[in-house]
């Protein structure tokens, strides 16, 4: 008889007995009388049967009544003078019992689940010949067993059978086991060697998961399929042989497999599964033979020692994560069969110098090559449509990159952060730039936007900030929000007509931005549009923008011509402030509002006319404007707000209309040049300050002249407000 062994999981220690002669003398005499129990069973004193078949004569174990040491079970029991074979022993039989030993006779065919489950004293067990299957969980948690044998006899192990036995270093298993079930052998600790029998022909999920000090196994020939966990967490295994007949490696077959050296995958096997040798820490080298057409998701994931691997043309998909983490994963050749490389597929490859993907990947997946910061040069094949989210983010060493003309779209953030990238061809039939695409690449000196872009990306070239010139090709409608914010050497860019949108920041601190011509298809210009543009000289904003976004020109200090085309309703809050260098301006009669802070410390700025279809000045509108001397207010004009004209220490004269109902705090203060303050209302206009005083300065109070309608002289001396003027007087009428 021909026996494998297989050393090492924590079991149980077992002695096949071969002598029929001494198991067939056991014989036990029980009588109806005497001992037969109320449910049917019989009792020995120890032992509980039951009559399974009066033909055949046979009996079985059901159960046992106290504790017992050492069992021999019978082979023979002889019942009202009629002789039975005992050949059974029923389910849960002696589970949770404090055995220590047991001897099965050859007479037993059958064990049933659980039957000595959780003897956790059991050391040693003796299987007869005649068993012909281990069922489910016969010996889980039995963790003082060491050793146990197999009988030539037994053609299947149940699923849990031996799992928990925690000190069961060896075990022999002769030729006959065509099955072992999932988790059979799970969490034998204590496990070191494994030499599986020919003619197996399943190792079922999990058989010898978390089998920590197994060392080595052969996969006997014959076997097709490795199932799903069927290794996995055998931290201590270092080689693993695989047949030709292999098929299929299931999902985490070797996973956290971490002293795993090598492995070769052979031509048989079509799928590669599910993190299949995840965590494979000490992998060094994979080969995969010519036949394997999927690499599933997380196959070689944190395999950190890998250095190479050989991928075979018949390879059509690389999963998800597939070798994520590789860090000393160097080069890598992509067979041209391949057609689809997944996310994050070689994320992390740290080490990885150069790539080239092949003709037949239409996508390149999100993060597929992120963070490989020494990743150089990769050349796109012609055919490839779409570079996925983050496919190459965070490559710091890339200096080229060859897009072909098939690409289509380009990833919210493809290619953010690679700053050693210096240029980029964009091809014709590219539609769409996706957000921070080409964030921080803050080696790229130029780049043109192609015709069959609609929308330029949020942040896609955010901190490219040596980009000196873009062209943007007619077609491109919308540019997005800080599209190209911090571009600092960005000197010129060309804005087609087809452009109707440019978003919020999207030129911001382009600080040597000099000029910008705004096309008048132009409709919306976002908040921050051009904050900090430093060297911004001049600007029209053409007749179809209706509002001019926040701070839009924020701190365009030297910004001296400001064209506001007929059509412009709204003037955003700080759209101007800060241009310290604005000399003059001039408002389109369409103008409706203007906001809070729009002029504030425009310093240059001499004179001001407010159109006639403005009804409100903001908060600090013209805030800080030292320059200016002359301001004509809006016929229409209804408030001014707070600080609108704070610190407008040129200003000599102002005229309030007769339609201003109300004057906001400090609106005029620090005014200290006004020498003339003409209201044009026959009823003071509503002074909203908390201190009264406030609205003008003392100075202005004590020295300029209030001039009023005729008739209103006492309207205004006795106004808690303005008969604050020292001087008023009323105007004089041409008559």
Request: with cysteine.
């Amino acid at each position: 008889m021909k026996r494998i062994l297989f050393f090492a999981l924590a079991i149980l220690s077992l002695t096949a007995s071969c002598d029929l002669e001494k198991e067939d003398d056991i014989v036990i005499n029980l009588d109806d009388e005497t001992n037969l129990t109320d449910n049917g069973s019989y009792f020995d004193g120890l032992l509980y049967y039951e009559i399974t078949s009066n033909n055949p004569y046979e009996v079985r174990v059901v159960g046992i009544k106290n504790v017992a040491d050492k069992i021999k079970i019978p082979s023979r029991i002889r019942i009202n003078d009629v002789a039975y074979t005992c050949t059974g022993i029923q389910s849960g039989a002696f589970e949770n019992n404090q055995l220590t030993t047991i001897s099965i006779p050859r007479s037993v065919t059958s064990i049933g689940q659980s039957a000595f489950r959780n003897c956790y004293s059991l050391t040693s067990v003796t299987l007869s010949d005649g068993i012909t299957k281990i069922e489910d969980r016969v010996f889980y948690g039995c963790s003082s067993l060491t050793s146990i044998e197999i009988p030539h006899s037994v053609k299947s192990i149940g699923s849990y059978a031996f799992s928990g036995c925690r000190n069961m270093k060896e075990i022999t298993v002769h030729e006959g086991v065509t099955s072992i079930e999932e988790y059979a052998f799970f969490g034998c600790d204590s496990l070191k060697a494994l030499y599986l029998p020919k003619g197996l022909k399943k190792i079922g999920g999990g058989a010898f998961s978390n089998c920590v000090s197994l060392k080595d196994v052969t996969i006997p020939d014959g076997l097709k399929t490795i199932e799903n966990n069927a290794f996995n967490g055998c931290s201590g295994l270092v080689s693993v042989s695989l047949p030709v007949s292999i098929e299929t490696i299931g999902d985490r077959a070797f996973g956290g497999c971490r002293k795993l050296s090598k492995i070769t995958i052979p031509k048989n096997v079509k799928t590669i599964g599910y993190e299949a040798f995840y965590d494979c820490r000490s992998l060094k080298a994979i080969t995969i033979n010519e036949g394997v057409s999927r690499i599933g998701n997380g196959a070689f994931s944190g395999c950190s020692g890998l250095t190479e691997i050989v991928i075979p043309k018949s390879i059509t998909s690389i999963g998800e994560e597939t070798f994520s983490g590789c860090v000393l994963l160097a080069s890598v050749s992509l067979p041209e069969s391949l057609m689809t490389i997944g996310k994050r597929a070689f994320y992390n490859c740290s080490k990885l110098a150069s790539v080239t993907i092949p003709q037949n990947v239409t996508t390149i997946g999100e993060e597929a090559f992120y963070g490989c910061n020494v990743l150089k040069t990769i050349t796109i094949a012609e055919g490839v449509k779409n570079i996925g989210n983050s496919a190459f983010s965070g490559c710091g060493g890339l200096t080229s990159v060859t897009i072909p003309k098939s690409i289509t779209s380009i990833g919210v953030m493809a290619f953010n952060g690679c700053s050693s990238l210096a240029s980029i061809a964009l091809p014709d039939a590219l539609t769409t730039i996706g957000r921070r695409a080409f964030y921080n690449c803050s080696k790229l000196a130029s780049v043109t936007i192609p015709k069959n872009v609609t929308t330029i990306g949020e942040e896609a070239f955010c901190g490219c900030n040596v980009l000196k010139t873009i062209t943007i090709a007619e077609g491109v409608k919308n540019i997005g929000n800080s599209a190209f914010s911090g571009c600092g050497g960005l000197t010129s860019v060309t804005i087609p007509k087809s452009v109707t949108s440019i978003g919020e920041l999207a030129f911001n601190s382009c600080n040597s931005l000099v000029s910008i011509a705004l096309p008048e298809s132009l409709i919306s210009i976002g908040s921050h549009a051009f904050n900090n543009c430093g060297k911004l000289a001049s600007v029209t904003i053409p007749k179809n923008v209706t509002t001019i976004g926040e701070e839009a020109f924020n701190g365009c200090n030297v910004l001296k011509t400001l064209t506001i085309a007929e059509g412009v309703k709204n003037i955003g809050n700080g759209a101007f402030s800060g241009c310290g260098g604005l000399t003059s301006v001039t408002l389109p009669e369409s103008l409706m509002s203007i906001g809070r802070r729009s002029f504030n410390n425009c310093g240059k700025l001499a004179s001001f006319t407010i159109p006639k279809n403005v009804t409100s000045i903001g908060v600090e509108a013209f805030n800080g404007c030292s320059s200016l001397v002359s301001v004509k207010l809006s016929d229409n004009l209804k408030a001014i707000d707070i600080r609108a004209f704070y610190n407008c220490y040129s200003i000599e004269s102002i005229t309030i209309p007769k339609t201003v109902t109300s004057i906001a705090d400090e609106a005029f203060y620090g005014c200290t040049a006004l020498k003339t303050v003409i209201c044009k209302g026959v009823n003071p206009p509503t002074v909203n300050s908390y201190y009264y005083s406030s609205v003008f300065s003392n100075t202005t109070l004590n020295t300029a002249t209030l001039k009023v309608p005729q008739g209103t002289l006492n309207t205004y001396r006795y106004h808690d407000y303005w008969g604050r003027f020292n001087k008023i007087v009323e105007e004089q009428t041409n008559n």
